[in-house]
């Protein structure tokens, strides 16, 4: 079956840094997707990643290792906005997404 | 810009009542999808279509059916909805199914009784 794996909640600091990880087992590959979902509302897109290697907008990063089967999100400078579900995504070999339950992220003063 | 719009976004059914959902887009975008969200749980796909006039079934198809008669409008029935479809409804559009990213509409809350 297909799988992707994430922690249910963290927790982090304003300001700090916090990154997130995503593991997955999917029948193919053909990239990977990062959306940020707040409370009651749609989830928005974050980044792409299809080769190995970081990408970088901003504030956040997202990682890739094809081999490993394995993503991280990262998020600097920390800000109570921040405070939202992060949803990892894979599209399999039919070009599906295949989604994780989301990461709950709690920032705290 | 609307993006991708739906229709309700909150309805309570009995069971055994039908309903439809709306999904309208303004991007021009080739394929929509309907997904569903339940607590502990990724977004699940129910159906998708790749252009007007097509549509394909999803991981969780059983129980409803979806139309895709113009290209900016994708509809979701419930023929006899059940409690297990309680659920957050998401329709979402992409351009193209590679690397481009799918832009989801504010969700429709629907509780069958």
């Known amino acids: 079956g297909q799988n992707i794996d994430q922690p249910t909640e963290m927790t982090a600091t304003e300001g700090a840094i916090v990154q997130i990880n995503c593991t997955y087992q999917t029948s193919g590959f053909n990239g990977l997707f990062w959306y940020q979902q707040h409370a009651g509302e749609a989830p928005t897109f974050l980044s792409y990643?299809?080769l190995d290697g970081l990408e970088e907008k901003g504030r956040f990063s997202s990682f890739l290792s094809r081999s490993k089967g394995y993503s991280y999100l990262l998020l600097k400078e920390l800000q109570m906005k921040d405070s939202a579900s992060y949803l990892c995504a894979v599209r399999d070999s039919n070009y599906q997404l295949i989604w994780g339950a989301g990461t709950k992220l709690i920032i705290k003063p | 810009n609307a993006g991708v719009t739906q229709t309700p976004k909150f309805r309570v059914l009995k069971t055994g009542q039908s309903m439809t959902l709306l999904c309208a887009q303004d991007?021009?975008?080739?394929?929509m999808y309907w997904y569903r969200q339940d607590p502990g749980m990724g977004l699940r796909l129910i159906h998708y279509s790749v252009g007007e006039g097509t549509t394909a079934k999803g991981e969780v198809p059983d129980g409803y059916n979806v139309s895709r008669l113009k290209k900016q409008n994708f509809l979701l029935g419930l023929e006899s909805a059940a409690p297990s479809q309680t659920s957050v409804y998401f329709c979402a559009s992409s351009y193209g199914q590679e690397h481009q990213p799918q832009h989801f509409g504010d969700g429709t809350r629907l509780s069958i009784l």
């Open positions: 990643n299809v």
């Open positions: 991007m021009n975008h080739e394929y």
